[in-house]
């Protein structure tokens, strides 16, 4: 039975939200392939931040992804860009990355971070990332 009034709340759910229009669709998926090149440009200009990744294509990030090298890298500072991919900011993140072999450095990682994840980000913080072993400039998280 649970199931089932699960459906219905779905169902009514599903009422109280239409769906927009053709038109509003289209419009709408324009303004989020404009954003998307936005921040694609934008990310462009800063070291790391296409995250050693060749392009927005899921199949090559998670070839890149596989590729490269573990590490961990320490927030030494964050900068709020005063861009905003919707109404999430982007920061360009200070990291000091440490993988075996290497002597730490330093790069500069663009980032969207949510409010409830800012805490997250600041100054001291570990996070796990992955390095492109033919430019260790660029990373990516995880």
Request: glycine residues 10%; without cysteine; hydrophobic residues 45%.
């Amino acid at each position: 039975m649970g199931i089932l009034d699960d459906m219905g709340r779905l169902m009514d759910a599903a009422a109280k939200n239409p769906r927009p229009g053709l038109s509003e669709s289209i419009a709408m998926a324009a303004d989020a392939a404009e954003q998307a090149a936005q921040f694609r440009d934008a990310a462009a200009g800063v070291s790391g931040a296409t995250a050693g990744a060749p392009g927005f294509n899921p199949f090559q990030n998670a070839a890149a992804y596989n590729a490269a090298v573990r590490g961990s890298g320490t927030v030494t500072a964050i900068v709020d860009t005063g861009q905003r991919f919707g109404d999430t900011p982007i920061y360009d993140i200070s990291l000091t990355v440490t993988i075996d072999g290497r002597e730490p450095y330093d790069v500069v990682h663009r980032q969207m971070i949510a409010a409830a994840a800012l805490g997250n980000w600041q100054p001291g913080k570990v996070t796990t990332l992955r390095v492109d072993p033919a430019d260790p400039t660029k990373v990516m998280l995880g």
